[in-house]
T-cell receptor, first 110, second 115 residues
Framework: KAGVTQTPRYLIKTRGQQVTLSCSPISGHRSVSWYQQTPGQGLQFLFEYFSETQRNKGNFPGRFSGRQFSNSRSEMNVSTLELGDSALYLC?????????FGQGTRLTVV | AQSVTQLGSHVSVSEGALVLLRCNYSSSVPPYLFWYVQYPNQGLQLLLKYTSAATLVKGINGFEAEFKKSETSFHLTKPSAHMSDAAEYFCAVSAASGGSYIPTFGRGTSLIVHP
């Protein structure tokens, strides 16, 4: 089976812009979770989608949103980017409790 | 509610020495427990997992961890460190909550291996 695929791997954006990140989960996995990883805060849970519905949400502002399509692929959108949004964004597809991670998207906001 | 505490943000060992990374968890229901490893600019890779079977769990790359319910611990060990083990290690706990098993991660421990 192919693993979790995240695109793009690297992004540079300017403050105020918006960005969309993509995640294709492992075939057959219906749960997709997103995490933000920064040196200061560690791994923070953003949200989880299951069968096209947001099932859980972390403590992030409304600028962070996501969606999931019928083929389980998921996108994450961040609007009005801030410098503090610079981070590694990780997507994970889950089989019950075990999470399988993609390589991540490194977002740099300048 | 569930939480994970990893003791020590950095652990330094010599090549060939024992590796011990500590993890304590709290969970109101029987948990699943995991250790992940992350290399720079990569995603997290599963090292091993505990899912209520044997309490001593063997993983990849010679790592193992022991689930101790009385101590609420799940420490990661490796008898002999190798230079390639230098990475960030994350402990995670996952327990059923409303039908979901969202894992909670510790802050991570950076393993430094000296020649």
């Amino acid at each position: 089976k192919a693993g979790v695929t995240q695109t793009p791997r690297y992004l540079i954006k300017t403050r105020g812009q918006q960005v969309t990140l993509s995640c294709s989960p492992i075939s057959g996995h219906r749960s997709v979770s997103w995490y933000q990883q920064t040196p200061g805060q560690g791994l923070q849970f953003l949200f989880e989608y299951f069968s096209e519905t947001q099932r859980n949400k972390g403590n992030f502002p409304g600028r962070f949103s996501g969606r999931q399509f019928s083929n389980s692929r998921s996108e994450m959108n961040v609007s009005t980017l801030e410098l503090g949004d610079s981070a590694l964004y990780l997507c994970a597809s889950r089989d019950r409790g075990e999470a399988f991670f993609g390589q991540g998207t490194r977002l740099t906001v300048v | 509610a569930q939480s994970v505490t990893q003791l020590g943000s950095h652990v330094s060992v010599s090549e060939g020495a024992l590796v011990l990374l500590r993890c304590n968890y709290s969970s109101s229901v029987p948990p699943y427990l995991f250790w992940y490893v992350q290399y720079p600019n990569q995603g997290l890779q599963l090292l091993l997992k505990y899912t209520s079977a044997a309490t001593l769990v063997k993983g990849i790359n010679g790592f193992e961890a022991e689930f101790k319910k009385s101590e609420t611990s799940f420490h990661l060990t490796k008898p002999s460190a190798h230079m390639s083990d230098a990475a960030e290690y994350f402990c995670a706990v996952s327990a059923a909550s409303g039908g979901s098993y969202i894992p909670t991660f510790g802050r991570g421990t950076s393993l430094i291996v000296h020649p």
